[in-house]
C-alpha cells in the first residue's frame, strides 16, 4: 500500500450550491478582499492566502511554525464555474516579496488581472500593481508603484477597482475623508474632483475607530459609508452619504444627506458600499459577532427599495462579508470569508438567489483539482468528484455520489451513519466509477472485519438483479436500525476482495535493507525491519516500527492538511518492540530521529517495560536536548549486556511540550523484560 513520492502539484477545491461558489485555493486560510467583473462577464476575485512558511503545526514551542501570506486570485465565469483558462485551472497564486502588513494593507483585482496594492503610509498611501508573477507592473506609476498624498489626518482607508480600469483610495480622518480617483495607468482622473481628489466631510467620531467605503457613480456623485460613535452611544452607527460631484452633500438623500443605518439592522463597522448604474445603492454588512450578513437596496433618496429582497433587504450566511458589485444585467454578486475560503454568492435584481449560478443541477458539489486532496463532505447530499490524482473522498452524512476520477482513490467511511438504510429508507451513498484494480474502499473505522454472509461483523457484496449495480451490505442493524449499505456501478462481484476493501489497517513492510517506504492516505502499519530506513507514513493514523537500524521516521506532512481535514485523524504512533530498534553505544549511534512529530503522536514503548519519565534508570527514561543539534533525547542511561542504551530523537526542542500523554508506557505492576520483544498482538496495533 506504498507510494513513491510525488512532485508537490497545486490544487484546489471548489464546493458550488445553487447560487454559491466556495474556493480553497491551497488548503490553509484565505482571506477574500475584493470582487471585480471584467467586460467579457468574468469574475475576478482576490485576496490573500496563507502559506506554512517555517515549522509545522503541532511542533513544540510556542512559535514553532508560522504562516505568511501570498495575495491571490481567482477567476469564474458567468456562471460561477472555475475559468480553467486562467493560470493554474482557475487560481493565481501571485508571491508576495514581503508579507502583508495585515490591516493596514488592501488589494483589489483588476479587470486584467492585476494585483493593486495599497499600504498606508503615515501621510500617504503606496499603491502598487503587481504582476501574476509576483513582480512589479513597470507601466504602472514609477517602477510599478505611486504614493498618494492625503491632506489629512486618517486612520483607515478603502481601495475599490472599477470595472473600466480606474480606481479609487479613500482615506478617513476624523471629520472629513478624500476620495482619489487614479487612471489606469496610476495617474490622476483630472475631471473627478478637484484634479483627482474629492474631499467630504463626514460625522464626527468620538472614538475614532470607523472603517470606510466609498463608491463612484457614473455622473461623478460618490457614496460614503463610515461607522462612527457618537457621544455616550453604545454600538457604532454606520452613516451612508451621498455626495454630488462638485462634493457637497446632497441634501435629497436620507436624513439632510445622511442615512443611518443601526448595528441591529445589521450593518457594522465594517459594511461596505457599492452603486447600481441606475443610481441605487447597496450596502453590505453584518453584526458584531454575527454569521449571518446583510444586503440591503436603497433608492436614490436613500429609502429602502422593496422591489428587493423582503422589504429592500435579503440575508445569508458568511463569517466575514468582505465586497460586493453588480453585473450590468443588474444581478448582484457577493464576496467574503467562509471556513476559511473565498465565498462568493450572486443573487438576481429582485434578491432572490441566481440558482444559474454556482452549480448547475441544483445539488451541492465538492470538486478536487489535480492534486492529492482530501475532500470531505457535510451531512447534506453531495456529489464529490477528486477529478485527477490521488484522492481520499468522504462524504460523511447525506446521500452521497462519489466520483473518484483518474489516480488511485480512497473512499472512506467513518460512521455507519456515512452510508446506510434502514427498513424504510435508503441512505446509501454511491461510488460511480470504482476502479477496483488501483482504488480502495476504507471500511477501518467501522469494525467490520471482512467479506462474508453480511451478519456477525461481515459485509455481503451483491449484484442488483439487471446487474448494473453492486452493493456492499451489512444484514444487522444497529440500536437505530441502522446497518451499512454502499452502491458501486457496474458488476463488481467477482472483482471486490479483501485487497481493495480495506477493513483493518494494511501492512507495508519494507526489507532487510536501508529502504525509503512512502505510506498511502490510508492507516497503515509500516515495518522498516533492518537497515537505515527512512520512512513517511503519509496521511492517516499510523503505526509506524522503524525496526533495527538508524531510522529517519515521519508520521506525515502536516503542511498540506486542510482546514477540513481534523488533524486527529492523522494522529501517528511510533512503536517500539526491542531495545535493538534503537540505541547507542560509547561509541556509535543507532538511534532513530523521529521528524515532524506533533501533540496529537504518540510513541510507543510499552512493550519494553519502560514506565515514564525519570532520570534514565531503571524504568524510567531520560528527556535531553541536544540545542547543537536542536533534538530532544529520550534515553536509557542503563547498558544491557551487549553495551546497548535504548535511545530515540526527535527533531526540536520537546522539554516543555513533550509528557506522559505523548507517551505509551508500560503500568507500573507486572513490567517486563527490557528487551525482550512479547509477542504482538496484530489486531490492536493501532492504538
Do not use: C
Amino acid at each position: 500500500m506504498a507510494t513513491t513520492d510525488n512532485t508537490t502539484v497545486s490544487t484546489h477545491t471548489v464546493r458550488t450550491g445553487p447560487g454559491t461558489v466556495q474556493v480553497d485555493l491551497t488548503g490553509q486560510f484565505d482571506d477574500n478582499q475584493s470582487i471585480v467583473i471584467q467586460p467579457d462577464g468574468k469574475i475576478l476575485v482576490g485576496g490573500y492566502t496563507e502559506y506554512l512558511a517555517w515549522g509545522y503545526p503541532g511542533a513544540p514551542g510556542e512559535e514553532s511554525y508560522g504562516y505568511e501570506q501570498n495575495h491571490s486570485v481567482i477567476r469564474l465565469n458567468a456562471d460561477g464555474s472555475l475559468d480553467t483558462g486562467f493560470h493554474d485551472g482557475g487560481v493565481d497564486i501571485v508571491p508576495a516579496a514581503i508579507a502583508p502588513a495585515s490591516r493596514y494593507e488592501l488589494t483589489a483585482v483588476q479587470p486584467d488581472g492585476k494585483v493593486l496594492i495599497a499600504t498606508a503610509l503615515n501621510i500617504g498611501v503606496q499603491v502598487e500593481r503587481f504582476n501574476s508573477d509576483g513582480t512589479r507592473d513597470a507601466t504602472f506609476g514609477q517602477n510599478g508603484a505611486i504614493t498618494v498624498d492625503i491632506s489629512h489626518d486618517f486612520k483607515d482607508i478603502d481601495l475599490t477597482a472599477n470595472t473600466d480600469g480606474t480606481f479609487q483610495i479613500s482615506a478617513r480622518g476624523f471629520d472629513q475623508a478624500t476620495v482619489t480617483r487614479l487612471d489606469n495607468d496610476g495617474t490622476f482622473v483630472d475631471g473627478f474632483g478637484d484634479h483627482g481628489v474629492l474631499t467630504v466631510n463626514i460625522p464626527e467620531d468620538e472614538y475614532y475607530n470607523g472603517a470606510i467605503s466609498t463608491a463612484v457613480q457614473a455622473d461623478g456623485g460618490v457614496v460614503v459609508g463610515a461607522a462612527y460613535n457618537a457621544a455616550g452611544a453604545g454600538e457604532p452607527t454606520y452613516a451612508l452619504q451621498h455626495f454630488n460631484p462638485d462634493g457637497q452633500l446632497d441634501t435629497h438623500f436620507g436624513d439632510g444627506g445622511v442615512l443611518y443605518l443601526s448595528a441591529a439592522m445589521g450593518f457594522g463597522e465594517d459594511s461596505v458600499v457599492t452603486v447600481q448604474a441606475d443610481g441605487k445603492i447597496i450596502v453590505m454588512g453584518h453584526g458584531e459577532g454575527s454569521t449571518s450578513a446583510t444586503v440591503a437596496r436603497f433608492n436614490a433618496d436613500g429609502s429602502f427599495d422593496t422591489g428587493f429582497g423582503s422589504n429592500g433587504r435579503v440575508t445569508f450566511e458568511a463569517e466575514t462579508p468582505v465586497a460586493v458589485t453588480v453585473q450590468a444585467d443588474g444581478k448582484i454578486l457577493a464576496t467574503g470569508t467562509s471556513g476559511g475560503d473565498f465565498n462568493i454568492i450572486r443573487w438576481n435584481a429582485d434578491g432572490s438567489v441566481d440558482t444559474s449560478f454556482g452549480s448547475q443541477d441544483g445539488k451541492l458539489h465538492v470538486d478536487g483539482y489535480v492534486g492529492e486532496e482530501i475532500l470531505q463532505g457535510t451531512d447534506a447530499a453531495e456529489i464529490i468528484r477528486g477529478l485527477a490524482g490521488d484522492d481520499v473522498l468522504q462524504g460523511n452524512g447525506g446521500r452521497d455520489l462519489l466520483l473518484g476520477g483518474a489516480g488511485a482513490d480512497i473512499f472512506r467511511f467513518t460512521e455507519l451513519s456515512d452510508s446506510f438504510r434502514t427498513a424504510a429508507q435508503n441512505h446509501s451513498d454511491r461510488v460511480q466509477d470504482f476502479d477496483a484494480s488501483r482504488d480502495h474502499i476504507d471500511l477501518i473505522a467501522l469494525g467490520f472485519t471482512g467479506i462474508g454472509d453480511g451478519h456477525d461483523g461481515t459485509l455481503a457484496v451483491q449484484a442488483s438483479a439487471d446487474g448494473t449495480l453492486t452493493y456492499l451490505k451489512s444484514y444487522d442493524a444497529d440500536a437505530a436500525g441502522q446497518r451499512f449499505e454502499l452502491a458501486l456501478d457496474g458488476n463488481l462481484v467477482g472483482q471486490l476482495n479483501s485487497t481493495n476493501l480495506v477493513f483493518t489497517a494494511p501492512t507495508v513492510e519494507g526489507a532487510s535493507t536501508a529502504d525509503t517506504i512512502n505510506g498511502s492516505a490510508l492507516s497503515e502499519i509500516i515495518y522498516g525491519l533492518d537497515g537505515n530506513d527512512r520512512i513517511d507514513g503519509g496521511a492517516g493514523a499510523d503505526v509506524i516500527i522503524g525496526g533495527a537500524g538508524a531510522d529517519r521516521l515521519n508520521g506525515g506532512d502536516r503542511a498540506d492538511i486542510s482546514l477540513w481535514t481534523d488533524n486527529r485523524e492523522n494522529a501517528d504512533v511510533f512503536r517500539y518492540t526491542s531495545t535493538e530498534d534503537s540505541y547507542r553505544t560509547d561509541r556509535q549511534s543507532f538511534t532513530d530521529l523521529i521528524e515532524g512529530f506533533t501533540v496529537d503522536d504518540k510513541i510507543d514503548v510499552a512493550t519494553l517495560g519502560y514506565t515514564g519519565f525519570g532520570d534514565g534508570t531503571g524504568t524510567t527514561l531520560k528527556m535531553v536536548y541536544n540545542q547543537e543539534l536542536d533534538r530532544t533525547y529520550l534515553a536509557d542511561v542503563e547498558a544491557d549486556a551487549q553495551g546497548h542504551r535504548f535511545q530515540i530523537a526527535l527533531a526540536g526542542d520537546w522539554r516543555e511540550n513533550l509528557d506522559e500523554d505523548d507517551m505509551i508506557f508500560a503500568p507500573d505492576a507486572g513490567i517486563g523484560l527490557i528487551g525482550v520483544a512479547a509477542e504482538v498482538d496484530q489486531g490492536h496495533l493501532l492504538t
